[in-house]
């Protein structure tokens, strides 16, 4: 029904280059200082807006997962959801360098002085660091693991 009245779900937006505000794409003028709006400008400025505003995302779901290790890790002491803790310790020791591999593939060639995105580079390059390291340990946990299964 809505494609049919041409009424998209997303607006695109991205910055006036002459006033730096936030406008939508279909937008002929700056409505904040009158500039004049090139449409394909318009449209490969909100189409790199997006693709930062992804990485910024993607950067915060990296910083939850690392946070999340320390949660699993504590459950892993924990009688009884022991196992769910070590399983979910093990996954996000695969999962968080994976997707910081994803991360840099997708996203490490922006250049932009947007400092949101200045701020997700960092973050995941203090996670990148760690991680290097992760599935090594996760390795030794899941052959300990293994190992006392195997025993009993």
Request: glycine fraction near 4%.
């Amino acid at each position: 029904m809505f494609e049919s009245m041409n009424i998209t779900s997303q607006a695109r937006v991205f910055q006036c280059p002459k006033c730096n505000e936030t406008i939508d794409t279909s937008a002929q003028e700056c409505r904040f200082c009158h500039a004049p709006i090139d449409a394909s400008a318009a449209e490969d400025a909100a189409d790199a807006m997006a693709k930062v505003n992804q990485a910024c995302s993607d950067a915060s779901y990296l910083k939850i997962m690392a946070i999340t290790i320390l949660v699993f890790f504590a459950l892993s002491w924990v009688p009884f959801v022991g196992n769910l803790g070590y399983w979910g310790l093990i996954f996000l020791l695969f999962a968080i360098p994976a997707m910081i591999v994803r991360w840099w593939v997708k996203f490490g060639s922006i250049q932009t002085k947007e400092s949101d995105f200045s701020r997700a580079r960092g973050t995941v390059i203090a996670i990148s660091v760690p991680s290097v390291v992760f599935p090594f340990i996760g390795f030794f946990l899941l052959f300990g693991m293994l190992v006392t299964l195997f025993r009993h």
